[in-house]
């Protein structure tokens, strides 16, 4: 079952002033944020993300394991998988397949509230068992004032916040940070959301980048979906063109990579039978990671040989859900295939799934193909982007049977399509 599509997006205020009940407390919490996000710009971190869905309402949990890197440029936060040469979304929808996507954690919720004209600031309240010096600072922005956007199922409002800044004076650190989504209106479908981070505040300097950050949201009073994420590897660097670290898993998929002759872009229509060089398991790999596979027969098209049988097809998991049924477990994977290297030869590929090999004749997209006998059925899925249009570049399949995932030596059809920038 597709899982709903939701959001939770933040659009920046204006810096500035605000109401202020300790002017030279917000003073000093303004000019830490601003040096921190300013700090920001200048470095990007990976992000460990779990996503979990429990809906009651269909008897029904969702997991998700996955690995991103973000930056802060030019006043946004910027996404993109790790080992990627640029960051390629500024929108979690657009890079992560359904389920939460909340942008601003990383920066870009602090700074939008702290440095904002609407923001409404209280009495600062001591926070003594946390240590001398430290403060909880409430703060609420209107609903028309606040940029902050729940989006679920295509129904989109701008939400009153509330919160606190969790502050310490003596060397003007944040803590923490709270929000919570207030007045929702009656008849929208989520009825809470959350989120909370925890800043690295024992740091030195003015980057202090996030620990850890936890989003909630509540639909229909029932259904709950939670995105925990992990701040790691924090890297400086000196503009986005020279971007590109990655986590050991990919090191020796992208130095296997490195180009010794490349040829022109794959033509759309083209076939591409290959098969899986890796067992795409639950707790073995996650969304974001390097997949591998093979070609089972040469590439031809148009009289011309492309890729023999045997060249590496290298590309991405984009997709890998892990779905507990009361009486079964199952999975959602996504693929896209991004380059077929033939002992060095490299030639650019965009690739639709179009079948396992041995589905039936007659079956199409979204009706279940049995490869593997009876226990292990593969259904293949349409998935759509933000925009309500077919994830583009990419193949996707539900593993109704299979105990772990997909397994290595699985065959498949792909057809190429016409070049895609997701």
């Known amino acids: 079952m597709a899982a709903p599509l939701l959001a939770i997006l933040l659009v920046f205020g204006t810096p500035g002033g605000a109401a202020a009940a300790d ?43 996955g690995r991103l890197e973000v930056a802060f440029l030019q006043g946004k936060e910027h996404f993109a998988w790790p080992g990627a040469a640029g960051f390629q979304a500024d929108d979690l929808r657009d890079i992560l397949v359904m389920g939460l996507s909340g942008s601003g954690s990383y920066a870009a919720h602090l700074r939008s509230v702290a440095l904002s004209d609407d923001t409404v600031f209280g009495d600062p309240l001591p926070e003594a068992s946390a240590g001398p010096d430290i403060v909880r600072i409430p703060y609420r922005v209107p609903a028309a004032r606040s940029g902050y956007l729940v989006n679920l199922d295509g129904k989109e409002i701008e939400a009153a916040i509330r919160g606190e800044i969790t502050f310490r004076g003596a060397d003007a650190a944040i803590l923490a940070f709270m929000l919570e989504a207030v007045d929702l209106p009656a008849g929208f479908p989520a ?7 925890r800043y690295a505040a024992d740091l030195v300097g003015a980057f202090r980048p996030p620990a850890e950050a936890v989003q909630r949201m509540v639909e229909a009073g029932t259904d709950e979906y939670v995105n925990r994420y992990r701040f790691v590897a924090c890297r400086e660097f000196r503009g986005e063109s020279t971007v590109r670290f990655q986590d050991p898993a990919s090191l020796a998929s992208a130095a296997a990579t490195a180009p010794l002759a490349t040829q022109p872009p794959l033509p759309a229509g083209a076939p591409v039978q290959l098969r899986l060089k890796q067992d795409i398991a639950w707790g073995k790999i996650a969304t974001g990671d390097p997949v591998e596979a093979e070609l089972t027969r040469p ?9 023999d049988a045997g060249a590496t097809v290298r590309g991405r998991l984009v997709e890998f859900k892990r779905i507990l049924l009361s009486s079964s477990t199952g999975y959602f994977v996504g693929m896209r295939f991004e380059r077929i290297d033939d002992q060095g030869k490299l030639t650019e590929v965009s690739l639709e799934l179009d079948s396992l090999v041995d589905m039936p004749k007659g079956n199409r997209r979204g009706i279940a193909a049995m490869v593997r006998g009876e226990t ?15 994830f583009a570049g990419a193949g996707f399949v539900r593993v109704l049977g ?16 016409e070049p895609t920038e997701r």
């Open 402 to 417: 299979d105990p772990t995932g997909l397994p290595a030596g699985l065959e498949m059809r792909w057809i190429a399509a």
């Open 191 to 197: 009825t809470a959301v959350t989120e909370s981070i």
């Open 23 to 65: 002017a030279p407390l917000l003073a000093a919490l303004r000019r830490a944020v601003t040096a921190s996000t300013q700090a920001a710009a200048n470095h990007t971190c990976q992000v460990e993300v779990s996503r979990l869905q429990k809906k009651p309402s269909v008897g029904q949990n969702m997991e998700e394991q």
């Open 376 to 390: 292990a059925p593969y259904q293949l899925l349409e998935r759509t982007g933000p925009d309500g249009r077919p």
């Open 299 to 307: 590439l031809k098209f148009a009289g011309k040989l492309i890729a």
